[in-house]
């Protein structure tokens, strides 16, 4: 509202950084050898230490597709004046999955989660 929108870019792209940093940390030495569910596990985890109640679905062909819920956002006056958290959670959950983010929606209230579709590669 006061113009400072490349502050608050940069403000919450620092924290999106550190999490891809604890993210890259939880899957070790060879992170290209981590398997889908593995990285699932280390996602719902960091999802948790960061305040948010985190599911994941999978569905799609051959089940190629996840939705990951984060419920309860732990930023919501941040949500409320930007939805600048909201798009780089999206594209750390596609990252972390190893996927294509295909679809978000961002929930208007506390009471629903956000949804985020990740499209991941074929197998092989």
Not at 32 to 51: C, D, I, W
Not at 73 to 94: G, I, N
Request: aromatic share 6%; proline share 6%; glycine share 10%.
């Amino acid at each position: 509202r006061e113009g400072e929108s490349e502050l608050v870019e940069r403000f919450f792209e620092g924290i999106w950084r550190e999490r891809r940093a604890g993210f890259a940390r939880a899957l070790g030495d060879r992170p290209a050898e981590v398997g889908a569910r593995e990285r699932q596990a280390r996602l719902v985890e960091l999802l948790e230490r960061t305040g948010f109640m985190p599911a994941i679905e999978r569905g799609g062909e051959e089940g190629r597709r996840l939705v990951v819920k984060a419920c309860h956002c732990p930023l919501p006056a941040a949500v409320r004046a930007t939805r600048v958290p909201c798009r780089l959670e999206a594209r750390f959950v596609a990252e972390a999955l190893g996927g294509r983010l295909v679809s978000t929606s961002i929930a208007e209230t506390r009471r629903e989660p956000c949804a985020f579709e990740v499209e991941l590669e074929p197998p092989g």
